[in-house]
């Protein structure tokens, strides 16, 4: 019994140690809890550096530089009184400077100075003209691979900060491969197509500023758009990029009409004729005796002789312009108009409004039903009665737009109103 006793004595009297501490396993642990640690840290610096451009696109969305464009309002009458035009003596503004001519007792000498001068506008305005190249990958007979090239002139319209805007034909750079421009130092380097108007032709090219060395940003000057509305018949002009197939050629003439224009869909834009004589697929600009411009040359547009040029008036395409340099799509419904005039509505029993002469297969306006003879008085419920307010409806719209038309249709028992609905979209 005592003997027992002394057994659970003893057993109660047990000390129990703790496990010896292995420090070997204990600095493992903590190393790859540590390494577990900056791994995370890696990982999510990296997802953080990939994924904040994306979040910033999503949640703050940088706008785009915007261009814009000076817009003139439409004189009621450009015509000018030839009679009173024409003085013995007359001034003339030339670089900035005025220059005071009696023809009466010029000499050859003075015609001469008077010609470098009209030449210095044209030389200067040179620095904003570039060679487009545009290049197509072609096979031969043998199914030998070659490049064709194709060469216009463009003329740098604007720069918003991070690229050139360069404003050329389309039919230049139509199913190119790639695209190059030639700047007045012969520098060249590689452009994109940012956007372009199917209806008039009209494109803009981009080349970033960081491609483009100092040297060459020092030779290049922006070009000033002028107020074309202010140009009548008669008026002295310069013709500058390629009127001759020739960049960088300067040619000298006058507008021999300023009352001439074209249809196109949805607009009808005015045209200078000149006597300029030039190539068929000449290119380039107008210029003014301010060296700016206030017309496109598009022999497309040609109304007049073959040899001469033709430009579409500068004022009447800005906001196509403007729209194409901050990369947005020109509006396009699809119809050919004209104006229907107290005339002809007397004349033909027509009701006022705009005439619709031609709506343009597949387009918008033939979706909507929109028909050839129809007569336009509303758009969105506003008033229609000129062709350039049918215009300036179309343009305030964007791609996408859903527009409410109501337009007069002939029947058997005479005019009826119709309303259409059409979606605005894209040449």
């Not at 199917?198 to 970033?208: C, D, E, K, M, Q």
């Not at 306006?365 to 758009?379: F, H, M, N, P, R």
Request: proline content about 3%.
């Amino acid at each position: 019994m005592a003997d027992k006793d002394q057994e659970e004595f003893s057993f109660m009297k047990e000390k129990i140690k703790r496990k010896p501490v292995n420090k070997r396993k204990l600095v493992q642990k903590l190393g790859f809890t540590v390494l577990l640690a900056v791994i995370f840290g890696f990982v999510a610096c990296l997802v953080f550096t990939c994924m904040r451009p994306v979040m910033e696109r999503w949640f703050h969305k940088e706008e785009e530089p915007r261009v814009s464009l000076p817009q003139y309002e439409e004189m009621e009458d450009t015509q000018i009184d030839t009679e009173e035009q024409m003085p013995e003596e007359a001034e003339t503004s030339v670089e900035g400077t005025e220059i005071s001519v009696d023809f009466s007792e010029m000499m050859p000498a003075d015609y001469q100075a008077l010609q470098n001068k009209l030449y210095t506008i044209g030389t200067q305005a040179n620095h904003s003209i570039v060679t487009v190249t545009g290049v197509k990958n072609d096979t031969d007979w043998f199914n030998t691979p070659y490049e064709r090239q194709g060469q216009s002139s463009g003329v740098v319209v604007a720069d918003n900060g991070t690229e050139l805007l360069i404003m050329t034909e389309k039919r230049i750079i139509e199913d190119v491969s790639a695209i190059h421009v030639t700047f007045v130092n012969n520098m060249t380097t590689d452009a994109t197509l940012k956007k372009y108007d199917g209806n008039t032709g009209i494109a803009i090219l981009s080349v970033p500023l960081n491609e483009i060395d100092e040297g060459t940003m020092n030779r290049i000057e922006i070009a000033q758009l002028g107020n074309a509305l202010a140009e009548s018949q008669g008026s002295v002009v310069l013709a500058v990029g390629s009127p001759l197939g020739t960049t960088y050629s300067i040619l000298m003439g006058s507008i021999t009409s300023a009352n001439n224009s074209i249809s196109a869909y949805d607009g009808n834009y005015a045209i200078f004729t000149t006597d300029i004589v030039g190539s068929s697929d000449g290119s380039g600009v107008l210029l003014n005796l301010d060296g700016e411009i206030i017309g496109i040359i598009m022999q497309d547009y040609s109304t007049g002789e073959a040899n001469t040029l033709t430009a579409v008036s500068v004022s009447q395409v800005k906001d196509i312009l403007e729209k194409l340099m901050n990369n947005q799509d020109v509006p396009y419904l699809g119809l050919k108009v004209s104006t229907v005039t107290k005339d002809i509505q007397e004349e033909y029993e027509i009701p006022q409004g705009v005439y619709v002469k031609d709506v343009a297969f597949d387009s918008p306006a033939l979706e909507a039903g929109l028909q050839s003879g129809d007569v336009i008085t509303k758009i969105n419920g506003e008033p229609i009665e000129t062709a350039q307010a049918y215009r300036n409806a179309i343009m305030s719209h964007s791609v996408g737009d859903t527009i409410r038309i109501t337009v007069m249709r002939q029947g058997a028992e005479g005019y009826s109103a119709v309303s259409c609905r059409a979606t605005i979209g894209v040449l």
